[in-house]
């Protein structure tokens, strides 16, 4: 059973920066992709980055592209995400995400693997 631990988050103003990370265990295998998903109240859970393990392609959701930056450790079961020039519209709860199988890599029906979740708040 894999299991996704989260780190980071917190609250920052506007323009500013924070980082996430989050580490994957209990796995045979690593999982093919790791990344992240955020939802804010009232809204469906977007995805916002996720790595493509095994050819380490990253995607990102266009709304942070040129202010999120992921990377993915030796070990490739951790991803850490750096988020700078946050914006108000980047406040929400953050959730690690795996699965193994494909499909859409923004679809969050498509993954098996959830992380309790991490708050980023952004205030401006």
């Known amino acids: 059973q894999v299991q996704l631990e989260e780190s980071g988050g917190g609250s920052v103003q506007a323009g500013g920066s924070l980082r996430l990370s989050c580490k994957a265990s209990?796995?045979?295998?690593?999982?093919?992709?790791l990344g992240w998903f955020r939802q804010a109240p009232g809204k469906p859970r977007e995805g916002v980055v996720v790595?493509?393990?095994?050819?380490?392609?990253?995607f990102y959701t266009d709304s942070v592209k040129g202010r999120f930056t992921a990377s993915q450790d030796h070990s490739k079961d951790t991803v850490s995400l750096h988020m700078n020039s946050l914006k108000s519209e980047d406040t929400a709860m953050y959730y690690c995400a795996a699965r193994n199988g494909l499909g859409p890599w923004s679809d969050p029906a498509t993954y098996d693997y959830w992380g309790q979740g991490t708050q980023v708040t952004v205030s401006s």
């Open positions: 209990g796995y045979r295998y690593i999982p093919s992709f």
């Open positions: 790595v493509y393990t095994g050819v380490n392609h990253t």
